[in-house]
Nanobody
Framework: QVQLVESGGGLVQPGGSLILSCAAS????????IGWFRQAPGKEREGVLC????????YDVDSVKGRFTISRDNANNTVYLQMNNLKVEDTARYYC?????????????????????RGRGTQVTVST
């Protein structure tokens, strides 16, 4: 059974940074793909970044380009989302998702895919 547990969310001022963690069990972060998504109240789910684990290729969206990055720790089977220069509009519930289909992190379509497994998420609030 795949379990994904996010942590690291919280309240941060604009311009601040946070690191979110996604600890996986039943799924190796060395294979498949991991995606980070977010959803704010009243808004649609938004893909943030994904990593294709077999080659380390990363895909992101324009709204976070240059500010967010994704990395993984194979030894601890954990994927991280480093968020810098946070903005008020980054406020959302962030969750990680995993899928064994490698094409679920490619091109622009990955943002719309519903991954086979996802965690419950962690809240990120950017506010003064």
């Amino acid at each position: 059974q795949v379990q994904l547990v996010e942590s690291g969310g919280g309240l941060v001022q604009p311009g601040g940074s946070l690191i979110l963690s996604c600890a996986a069990s039943g799924f190796s972060v060395k294979f498949g793909v991991i995606g980070w998504f977010r959803q704010a109240p009243g808004k649609e789910r938004e893909g943030v970044l994904c990593i294709r684990n077999y080659d380390g290729r990363i895909y992101d969206v324009d709204s976070v380009k240059g500010r967010f990055t994704i990395s993984r720790d194979n030894a601890n089977n954990t994927v991280y989302l480093q968020m810098n220069n946070l903005k008020v509009e980054d406020t959302a519930r962030y969750y990680c998702a995993a899928d064994r289909r490698t094409y679920y992190c490619a091109g622009d379509d990955w943002r719309h895919y519903v991954y086979a497994n996802r965690g419950r998420g962690t809240q990120v609030t950017v506010s003064t």
